[in-house]
């Protein structure tokens, strides 16, 4: 019978939502410099497109305090729908929602690999 793996002496996960929190941090810097294109083709800030692509910078940078919670992917994945179906609103913030969907899905690939590797014991931090 073999014995379970050893933890790491780090915390693999730890470092991950660091890199995660920096892309949705990167991510609001790119919603946010749409808010020139919604104020030149979007009628104005002040209109639904404008509340829309505001409201996406908050719950972009708002769910970087959530990363610690396990239904925090949800919420990111939630976000991403409605950048996605934005897209019949402003065709460029579709364009950016499509963009990184495919972004948060290599991480979720990078996630389930890394913590694949840890159960088999494979890190290099696993190693004596």
Do not use: N
Not at 48 to 53: A, I, N, Q, R, S
């Amino acid at each position: 019978m073999t014995s379970p793996a050893p933890a790491p002496k780090k915390d693999p996960m730890k470092s991950f939502r660091g890199i995660m929190a920096a892309t949705l941090i990167l991510e609001a810097i790119v919603v946010a410099l749409a808010l020139p294109v919604v104020a030149k083709l979007g009628g104005g800030v002040g209109t639904g497109t404008g509340y829309l692509v505001l409201g996406l910078i908050v719950a972009l940078i708002g769910t970087c305090a959530l990363l610690k919670r396990a239904w925090a992917l949800y919420v990111i994945v939630a976000i991403h729908v409605v950048m996605v179906a934005s897209w019949f609103v402003l065709t460029a913030l579709g364009g950016i929602g499509v963009v990184f969907s495919l972004v948060w899905g290599y991480l979720l690939w990078l996630r389930h690999d890394v913590a694949k590797r840890m159960a088999e014991g494979r890190l290099p931090s696993q190693q004596g």
